[in-house]
């Protein structure tokens, strides 16, 4: 297979009053398992159902209640470790993390912190064509998610919702390879991608089924390379973590004014302090969490009611050998086997139900020109009915008739964008359309030339003047194309004006 | 390692347990004795022995992803101090 050769972005440096700053991020993305029932329990993880009816007695941390682990979703992490190319790790256990909050009730979460289901891996962070950004992950590790607390349901109370509690999440986390906002928020959009692929997460981010927490530090130009070369982290600035983000859009405006904020404290001589924060998208602002600051002596330990997770090779192996053609391998055929570009290339195989559709089109059609129409006029159309490929009115297979009979020459180029709106309007089948219709283009040359000595017949002051100025030839065709309603052969047209007005 | 009295009195807010001032002395000397005991076990050698994780030679059972569980609203609230439509309403916690 050929690889897609690139180059690494420039951070993003952001100009203080005394020096330009660099950026360094490391991400701890949140990802939602697409399990039907909990990590520990038998309750279902449906969206948006009544408070405290997905709840079992263990989610509820009822006294003896003991958790029993969802194989589905042990199968989940691992195939997203394949995913991202990373180790998978026979062995792996579940430990405690301690804390106190109202949408916990067991006291502590179940996560993995001292043996991650998964190791290293890597993610490759597309830019713009030739351009990405390698991403290394630490590690991947599963836990259960905490439940819901509203606070503007009565001004005294706050009300707490377990539905969520025990949700199976992936915590995979990035190292500090991120270098700016832009890079962060497509280093999301990658992971989702990746994941919708493997249909291991939903990648749903307004329910929450995809959060972000985002680590920022500022340095000097040359202190990223030197903690590369030793992998000593001092010779990168003092980083906070902004919590829970779940937009795009945020994560780049909260990491923007974060970096900002350190930068001002640093040059006013100051310390950055490490700690947890919050954005407020409303002020623009990110602030302390002072409630985290005490928590986080999380005293871990290893999980007495579980024991360690050991799965077999051969299950991986299974799993591997049943991965779905991911992202980057499926940009690089269709570069290869369609012969598009890089950007058109990206676009299609953003999402799997787009490079499906694009494929299914070009199946039976040219794939450059299939790429055109499903990228420009399929795609705007869609956007414009605010539509999803999912529920495009046009079939694939109505597309590729369309773009057939451009190919054989039976429809013009404009012709075939007026049947594009009727196919996508009434739908239909195109072929029968177009003789319906007489759509068919006029590549008859006796009809054409009859066209255009009617024009220059009915037209002598404007045959004076083309022979004094070439250029004027493009008023005929013009008119001859008006006069056959768009269905003549331009290329033949052009031929003939240009031949009869003898230029 | 020894635990002091403010140590002690960290640990057992961490905890959510309350602990009056005059017993944190004698709260901090159990934790000491503990350690201690801990300690002692510390001197036995046990490089190379892999860590015991079961007492019986059994494997993590694992389920199948079917809803076996929930919709029991009423009985998971019941024993709740305070629950309001549906909810649980607890003292204001607010970010």
């Known amino acids: ?503 | 390692m020894s635990i002091d009295a403010n140590t002690a009195a960290k640990v057992a807010k961490l905890a959510r347990i309350e602990v009056e001032n005059q017993d944190l002395t004698a709260l901090a000397k159990e934790f000491n004795d503990i350690l201690g005991f801990i300690e002692q076990l510390n001197e036995v050698d046990v490089s190379g022995v892999e860590p015991m994780t079961s007492v019986t030679p059994q494997k993590l059972i694992r389920r199948s992803d079917n809803i076996t569980d929930g919709d029991r609203q009423a009985s998971v609230l019941k024993n709740a101090p305070l629950s309001r439509e549906g909810f649980y309403a607890v003292p204001k916690v607010v970010e």
């Not at chain 1, 951070?11 to 020096?19: E, L, S, V």
């Not at chain 1, 972000?212 to 530090?217: K, T």
């Not at chain 1, 407020?280 to 009611?305: L, N, Q, W």
């Open chain 1, 1 to 503: 297979m050929l690889d897609l050769s690139f180059e690494s972005p420039k951070p993003k440096t952001i100009p203080g009053a005394k020096y330009d700053w660099e950026l360094v991020i490391g991400m701890e993305v949140h990802a939602q398992v697409a399990s039907t029932s909990k990590l520990f329990s038998g309750a279902s993880t449906e969206f948006g159902n009544e408070p405290n009816s997905n709840v079992s007695f263990v989610d509820a941390a009822m006294p003896g209640m003991l958790p029993v682990i969802n194989e589905f979703c042990v199968e989940q992490a691992v195939k997203t470790g394949l995913g991202l190319k990373a180790k998978i790790n026979l062995w792996s256990a579940f430990d405690r993390k301690n804390y106190f909050y109202p949408d916990l009730p067991q006291g502590y979460q179940i996560s993995q912190l001292y043996h991650p289901i998964v190791g290293e891996g890597e993610v490759i962070v597309d830019m713009e064509p030739g351009i990405a950004r390698k991403v290394r992950i630490e590690r991947i590790h599963m836990e259960q998610d905490a439940g819901k607390s509203i606070h503007d349901m009565d001004p005294n109370m706050s009300f707490v919702d377990l539905n969520r509690t025990g949700v199976c999440l992936m915590e995979i986390v990035s190292r500090p390879d991120i270098r700016g906002p832009e890079e962060a928020a497509a280093y999301v959009v990658k992971l989702r991608q990746i994941m919708r692929y493997l249909g291991t997460c939903d990648g749903n981010m307004q329910n929450g089924n995809l959060r972000a927490d985002v680590n920022v530090s500022v340095c000097l130009p040359g202190q990223y390379e030197k903690y590369l070369k030793t992998n000593d982290f001092s010779h990168l600035g003092i980083r906070c973590e902004i919590k829970n983000m779940n937009s795009m859009r945020f994560i780049q405006q909260a990491i923007e004014v974060e970096a900002r904020r350190q930068i001002g404290i640093l040059e006013s001589g100051g310390v950055v302090e490490q700690e947890t924060r919050l954005y407020d998208p409303d002020k623009g602002e990110t602030r302390s969490m002072r409630s985290k600051e005490e928590a986080h002596d999380y005293r871990y330990f290893p999980d007495p009611d579980l024991l360690p997770l050991e799965i077999e090779q051969t299950w991986v192996d299974d799993i591997a050998s049943n991965l779905p053609e991911l992202p980057d391998e499926k940009k690089i055929r269709f570069i290869n086997s369609y012969k598009l570009t890089e950007y058109d290339a990206g676009v299609l195989t953003a999402d799997i139900e787009s490079a499906d559709f694009f494929e299914e089109v070009a199946k039976s059609c040219e794939g450059k020109l299939a790429a055109n129409w499903v990228i420009n006029e399929l795609f705007g159309r869609l956007k414009k009915d605010d539509l999803s490929i999912n529920a495009s009115p046009m079939s694939p297979g109505q597309l590729a008739s369309i773009i057939s009979l451009i190919q054989s020459e039976e429809i013009s180029g404009k012709i075939a964008k007026d049947l594009f709106e009727i196919v996508y309007v009434e739908g239909g089948d195109p072929n029968e359309i177009v003789d319906s219709r007489g759509m068919k283009q006029v590549t008859d040359t006796s009809a054409i030339e009859k066209a255009v000595e009617t024009v220059i017949n009915d037209n002598p002051d404007q045959v004076e003047k083309a022979k004094m100025n070439p250029k004027l030839a493009g008023w005929f065709v013009g008119q001859v194309m008006k006069a056959t309603g768009g269905k003549a052969n331009p290329k033949s047209v052009n031929e003939i004006v240009s031949k009869k007005l003898s230029l």
